[in-house]
């Protein structure tokens, strides 16, 4: 079946450092992808769509200048935390659907750690 | 817009049957989405159910009232490896999906 990927599973950083997590799909294409936080014991919350080639929509109350997408070519989305601080440490997963609505597809996560 | 409310915890035994309820404001609805999630893990797809009625997937099976605004998912034969978190998941628009909190579901011997 189709698969998502996410690169880098986890990551720790400094305060005020960039952070660059990956999303591919591997073996189908994406115009569209999701990126997704998930902080502890709470369901996902969605904050951006991405669309190949154009700029991403952002959800309300996340800030597009925090949260950088780019979606540069139909198989890979990045989400980019600038200036990460300590209460943006959470699981960020992205998501690609294949055919149709019903065939939506999670990466693993990406674990980030601010210090 | 679609609230959706689904239990916080719910508890159940090896070999039993549990149904864990999801209820959801019907306004920008396409279709309702079940996914499990295990801590620490992205979420896998149950089921996808547009149109009212039940759905029956092996073990597990999801049923949607749209007028209603209800849906629930129906595990049988609970295993112990079942024990994980239950995402119910409103799309509206192209693939746009709205989370409930989740149910954790814990699976005693």
């Known amino acids: 079946g189709a698969v998502v990927s996410q690169h880098p599973s986890w990551v720790i950083c400094k305060s005020g450092t960039s952070v660059k997590i990956e999303c591919r799909s591997l073996d189908f294409q994406a115009t569209t992808m999701f990126w997704y936080r998930q902080f502890p014991k709470q369901s996902l919350m969605l904050m951006a769509t991405s669309n190949e080639g154009s700029k991403a929509t952002y959800e309300q109350g996340v800030e597009k200048d925090k949260f950088l997408i780019n979606h540069a070519s139909l198989t890979l989305s990045t989400l980019t935390v600038t200036s990460a601080h300590p209460e943006d440490s959470s699981f960020y997963i992205c998501s690609a659907p294949d055919r149709g609505p019903d065939t939506q597809y999670f990466g693993p996560g990406t674990r980030l750690t601010v210090l | 817009g679609q609230n959706i409310d689904q239990p916080t915890e719910m508890t159940a035994t090896e070999g039993a049957i549990v149904q864990i309820n999801c209820t959801y404001q019907?306004?920008?609805?396409?279709?309702l989405f079940w996914y499990q999630q295990h801590a620490g893990e992205a979420p896998t797809f149950l089921s996808y159910?547009?149109?009212?009625g039940l759905e029956e997937k092996g073990r597990f099976s999801s049923f949607l009232s749209r007028s209603k605004g209800y849906s629930y998912l129906l595990l049988k034969e609970l295993q112990m490896k079942d024990s994980a978190s239950y995402l119910c998941a409103g799309n509206s628009g192209y693939s746009t999906l709205t989370f409930g909190k989740g149910t954790m579901l814990l699976v005693s011997p």
């Open positions: 019907t306004s920008g609805f396409n279709g």
């Open positions: 159910n547009v149109l009212d």
